[in-house]
């Protein structure tokens, strides 16, 4: 019953040395406290990425990202991201679920005098793939980021992504 909500199975199965590149459309979302005030954040921005195939189960992954803080009084304001991340796949059906966890960046403009300011972030995050074809996918993904450099006064950023898979190999 599993299988069929799932889909019919596909002869598009993860490998080693399987190598990925994407591009997609991004928003994010954060939320800042400055002197007892909170003012939430949220970007519209565009990102690529590359994956490699450790094995059946495994990939690394990094992204780059930029695009605008789209909030009230901060529009157009610079909002950058980069990570690299670990990935464990289920790929077996159409559809590839995903469990990531990984380390980045995240620069922002217009937070304070200081000009653009960079936060290092971990992130845990899900996913999933729609594989029909052996050389391209479309993804979904979600990450949640936890500020390293400023926790007392940044919370998320969560991240939501839909892009387009280009298989290599």
Not at 142 to 148: C, E, G, I, K
């Amino acid at each position: 019953m599993l299988a069929l909500l799932l889909g019919p199975s596909s002869s598009a199965l993860a490998e080693a040395d399987e190598t990925v590149v994407w591009a997609g459309a991004q928003g994010i979302s954060w939320s800042r406290v400055e002197a007892g005030v909170t003012s939430p954040g949220t970007a519209a921005t565009g990102a690529v990425g590359a994956r490699y195939g450790l094995d059946d189960f495994w990939e690394v992954s990094g992204q780059l990202g930029g695009g605008a803080n789209l909030a009230e009084g901060r529009g157009g304001d610079l909002v950058m991201t980069a990570s690299l991340e670990a990935r464990y796949i289920i790929d077996a059906l159409t559809w590839v679920p995903w469990v990531c966890a990984g380390a980045g960046g995240l620069a922002r403009d217009g937070l304070d005098d200081q000009g653009v300011r960079l936060d290092l972030m971990g992130h845990l995050g899900v996913g999933v793939e729609y594989r029909p074809a052996r050389d391209w996918g479309l993804s979904f993904a979600t990450r949640l980021h936890a500020p390293l450099t400023d926790p007392q006064r940044s919370s998320g950023p969560l991240e939501i992504t839909l892009a387009y898979a280009w298989y290599l190999d």
